[in-house]
């Protein structure tokens, strides 16, 4: 079993639809938790980091249930420009290392 | 705009070549990471400095050589590459580790994106 695990998609939704991304990972132990989004032929830039109690910047809302060892990302009204991949990051108590997800890869279109 | 500034954005070298590729960061942090990034795959963690020493070495082959000359700078020595090891190389700093989730937040240079003729 991977320790980061995410559907690779491709999720392609029209401009405006809501669109909701999951990952679990296997280590209970992990504190650290971000997604991190990565347009193409770029390098992967901080989205969110995701708090124990839910948090919401504007149309970004993540969510964390550390039971289930399950996040996720929901991203409301869609735009062109959030056509990326988004990637599920999870950092282990007491280490330096970060653990990537493969990524789900969004495409909005018109 | 980044704050993590690599050099150079490209590189092509031969098998039989030594090159350098370059890192700094002026954010203060003492972390430092190298990742490599192959297409639509994820970042793969090379190495990781924590106060200018080698913290992690994930097993790399010793054709990449890492070095932190101070805690701003980060360079990864390549020699005797293989086409294989052609891919999108990226550094990264974090404040460090503990105390919060902001500092554990990495920040990522715009990569070097490196072919092995």
């Known amino acids: 079993r991977k320790e980061v695990e995410q559907d690779p998609g491709p999720f392609n939704v029209p401009e405006g639809a809501t669109v909701a991304f999951n990952c679990t990972y296997s280590?209970?132990?992990?504190?650290?938790f971000f997604w991190y989004r990565q347009d193409c032929r770029k390098e992967p830039k901080l989205l969110m980091s995701?708090?124990?109690s839910g948090n919401e910047d504007g149309r970004f809302t993540a969510q964390l249930n550390r039971a289930s060892q399950y996040i996720s990302l929901l991203i409301r009204d869609s735009k062109l420009s959030d056509s990326a991949t988004y990637l599920c990051?999870?950092?282990?108590?007491?280490?330096?290392?970060?653990?990537f997800g493969t990524g789900t890869r969004l495409q909005v279109f018109p | 705009d980044t704050e993590v500034t690599q050099t150079p954005k490209h590189l092509v070298m031969g098998m039989t070549n030594k090159k350098s590729l370059k890192c700094e960061q002026h954010?203060?942090?003492?972390?430092m990471y190298w990742y490599k990034q192959k297409a639509k795959k994820p970042p793969e963690l090379m190495f990781v400095?924590?106060?200018?020493?080698?913290?992690i070495n994930e097993s790399v082959p010793s054709r990449f050589s890492p070095e932190c000359p101070n805690s701003s700078l980060l360079n990864l020595h390549l020699h005797a590459l293989q086409p294989e090891d052609s891919a999108l190389y990226l550094c990264?700093?974090?404040?460090?580790?503990?105390?919060?989730?902001?500092?554990?937040?990495?920040?990522f240079g715009a990569g070097t994106r490196l072919s092995v003729l």
């Open positions: 990264a700093s974090s404040q460090l580790r503990g105390g919060g989730l902001a500092k554990n937040i990495q920040y």
């Open positions: 280590n209970s132990a992990s504190q650290s």
């Open positions: 995701v708090y124990s």
């Open positions: 990051v999870v950092q282990g108590d007491n280490t330096d290392k970060l653990i």
């Open positions: 954010m203060g942090h003492r972390a």
């Open positions: 400095y924590s106060y200018e020493k080698l913290s």
